[in-house]
């Protein structure tokens, strides 16, 4: 098992980051993809079509989201917690995942910078 820890400075405001990681609609614009996602701590969530599955487990308003990450039959659950702190005119965003599947994390660190918080980045920096 290995962890992924990052920490992400994005262009938004904490409450804009808050919601395009919990808001089903906004992760939708930045995703482009249907998201299945809740605030209720103990409901389950979808992303991707499926590629990421799970349970909410604790909501901070605007400061942090904690969720389990379904991996098979994985004895030891893979917890995600994602921070939120105000940094000046940005967020400083860190991104801690831990008992990933030896096999799975070189595909899930480029995921966590590519696909899911370098897409939040774009989302908030567009460069047309």
């Known amino acids: ?31 482009g993809y249907h998201a299945e996602m809740s605030t209720e701590p103990d409901s389950e969530f979808s992303l991707w079509e499926g590629d990421i ?18 991996f098979g039959d994985q004895s030891e659950k893979s917890i995600v917690t994602i921070s939120i702190n105000p940094d000046g005119e940005n967020s400083q965003v860190t991104v801690e995942h831990t008992n990933i599947p030896d096999n799975e994390f070189a595909q899930i660190a480029e995921g966590w910078r590519e696909f899911y918080i370098g897409a939040i980045i774009n989302f908030f920096n567009p460069n047309f």
């Open 53 to 70: 599955t799970g349970k909410n487990l604790e909501f901070v308003q605007d400061r942090k989201v904690v969720q389990e990450w379904y």
């Open 1 to 31: 098992m290995k962890a992924f820890k990052k920490v992400f400075k994005i262009n938004a405001e904490p409450s804009d980051i808050y919601s395009a990681l919990t808001n089903p609609y906004t992760i939708e614009l930045w995703s």
